[in-house]
């Protein structure tokens, strides 16, 4: 699957959750498309769309900006275990509307190595 047809599907599956849509049954990189489009009638997957767009976990890599909103880039892991990354925009004032801004079509495919570190925290007080 391409990053959009990940993210698409990862929509698709958030909004099964949230009971927006019934379940579409198995969904495949020849199906996703397909079945994304059609569920995605009168805003059926806005809200789950939405959840996922800003539920990504900062890369601190680079990406696109604007001088009318703030911009980071994010990734979340997909449902097949694959890591896939996007441009969140936020703020822009009271008459902002970052979220209309097109994120799934420049989505980018990430390799994320995670590694457990373990910090030893020390408090001083004076005696």
Known sequence: MTPQ?????AILLKAVVHKTIADPGQITAGNVDEVY???NVDGNLQDAREKIRCSGTETGLTCNWSRHYESDAVAAQMPDGSWVGWTYWYGGGKH????????IAHAYDLACEEKQVTVTQR?????
Do not use: N, S
């Open 37 to 39: 489009d059609d569920l």
């Open 123 to 127: 408090t001083f007080t004076k005696i």
């Open 5 to 9: 047809q990940k993210l698409k599907h």
């Open 96 to 103: 902002g509307e970052p979220e209309a801004i097109e994120w």
